[in-house]
């Protein structure tokens, strides 16, 4: 393997300003407040509860979910910011600089499950991390339909990559692959839905890819671009606020959309049965709900992302030809939607 | 932390038969035989479709799935025989002496869900694996109940331990804390249910326990016992066999007494709701279901163990005094069934 002078990270110029943590902390709280009221008037009925809870190593957060609402089955928002003496090792491999530090992490997180089948499922989750002399942004947003309509998938994917392009045109095409990465269920040979973006350790420098896998495609995509400018903290923030502030524009349009489609049993059985991936991939694959359970986390606030009801069913194989069949053949498999 | 004399483990002078394969898997297949014509002549409606399986790798596997019955709202049960070059790195730590040598493995395993919520949900799995010099059997049953009747874990325990008794006196009382210690939901510091019997890396030799807790009540009784005398091939297999045949007896008088009990919403939903618990420790905690979809196999017969349908609900608690609060405090801990 040949690895390109960019894959060796840069050393980080940029250090945060004092009150970094209590300015991403604050716009994590108010992510968290804008998108909530955003759901709650595009709802039209259903309210979230909120939660607050302590953590005893210290921090905690405020977890809200909203039950039975007009489109939405069950939605769940949380924000949480937690500090403690050490990162976990799983982190530390990623970041050895941090080791020894105390860290400071703060993230606002999302998942909705509508009650039409024809609405797809959606995920955000941005986080930020300080340890030391190390800090990065992470996250992203991905959308899981349903049924398959590449005109919701496409517009999902332009307003994702229109928040990115405004900090740096390299961000979307590898933070699109990346998303293609993560979200795989390598048991199932498919994606869990299709994609958006997914990023994780970014400090402004190269290589933008810092995933597990060194031969993928964002890896590849990363590894062959010219060397990139290194960006400081402020452009990062920057970046994070405005892909947090994309979700609204990016998944609202979808709901009022496919909100009024009729639907049956037959939308409805499929509808489950896709849940169950959901399930099978945050509870196998996923880095922030393993991690969460295994390291005493709020168990109810991390399987907040959990379907209200799900399906599984032995040998199920859709019919072939069928939408159901297309949306497993043709969506859930990497495809460039901004440009298809 | 004293480590008594029997926790090293002793020399294995017993060696399997010439015909040791053959024999464990013509029981297995047997064992998934009898089970299957046991639960259609119980369930008196539904019955077994089978799916016959290779192997690329090697060996291969008959699936059977029973779906709405009548009292079964999804039963699975699978025989596999599989070998290959090596066995996985997380078992060789265990059996470092299976180092180099080519593997062979068979089992029949086995989940029920019945429809009504006073009939608990029940898993088998009983295995025997070879490799160079090192042969051990593994497996055990355990129950999972919805609504608290003291009479159906005490009958399913006693069972169980009857079979045990034949074979050893002490078997029972350590792969009855070894299963307590493994069908234990960490994140929701509950047990899956009321246990039953669990052990692995049998091969006749001390100590009886060789779970990854040192210092659990499991590791504790096994290692204030005596000396034991050293059984051998035969005796363990015969012990296997004891075992599975064990089941149908242990269960279909709990079937029996519970199938005609009428039920409603309330209890259907805490079903489901309980349900929630099965699918997370199967993906989250089973070293099987986590082994199985991390090394291409067979994925619908290994999440054949998971629920028809199944419900999530944040922050569900029973109310104080009812069943469903009863079966969490007193029936999801680790209780002394066969003497209470």
Not at 110 to 118: A, D, E
């Amino acid at each position: 393997m040949t690895v390109s002078p960019t894959t060796q990270p840069q050393t980080n110029h940029s250090l945060p300003p004092a009150d970094a943590k209590q300015r991403v902390s604050q716009f994590m709280q108010t992510l968290q407040d804008e998108i909530c009221q955003g759901l709650e008037a595009l709802d039209g009925k259903g309210k979230f509860q909120e939660d607050s809870w302590q953590r005893e190593e210290g921090g905690g957060g405020r977890s809200r979910v909203l039950a039975d609402g007009d489109f939405l089955e069950q939605g769940g928002v949380n924000f949480s910011e937690v500090w403690g003496k050490s990162l976990p090792p799983s982190i530390l491999k990623q970041r050895p600089e941090a080791e020894g530090h105390e860290f400071y992490a703060t993230g606002t997180s999302m998942v909705l499950h509508p009650k039409n089948p024809y609405i797809p499922t959606v995920h955000l989750n941005y986080r930020y991390f300080e340890a030391g002399p190390v800090w990065w942004f992470g996250g992203g947003a991905d959308l899981t339909p349903y049924y398959p309509f590449a005109e919701d998938a496409a517009h999902f994917h332009h307003t994702l990559k229109n928040a990115c392009d405004q900090t740096h045109g390299e961000f979307y095409p590898v933070f699109k692959r990346w998303c293609d990465e993560y979200f795989y269920l390598k048991h199932r040979q498919e994606m869990r839905g299709i994609g958006g973006i997914f990023f994780d350790y970014q400090d402004g420098n190269a290589p933008l890819y810092r995933g597990p896998d060194p031969n993928g495609p964002a890896a590849q995509y990363s590894n062959q671009l010219a060397p990139i400018e290194p960006l400081g903290w402020e452009d990062l923030f920057s970046f994070a606020q405005r892909c947090g502030r994309a979700f609204l524009p990016a998944y609202s349009p979808i709901v009022e959309k496919r909100r009024n489609t009729e639907y049956g049993d037959r939308q409805r059985q499929f509808q489950l049965y896709r849940r169950g991936r959901y399930v099978e991939f945050n509870l196998v694959y996923d880095r922030g709900t393993i991690f969460g359970l295994q390291t005493n986390g709020r168990t109810e606030s991390i399987l907040m992302s959990l379907p209200p009801l799900v399906r599984w069913q032995y040998c199920y194989s859709p019919e072939a030809g069928s939408p159901e069949a297309e949306l497993t053949e043709k969506f859930l498999v990497p495809q460039d939607w901004v440009n298809s």
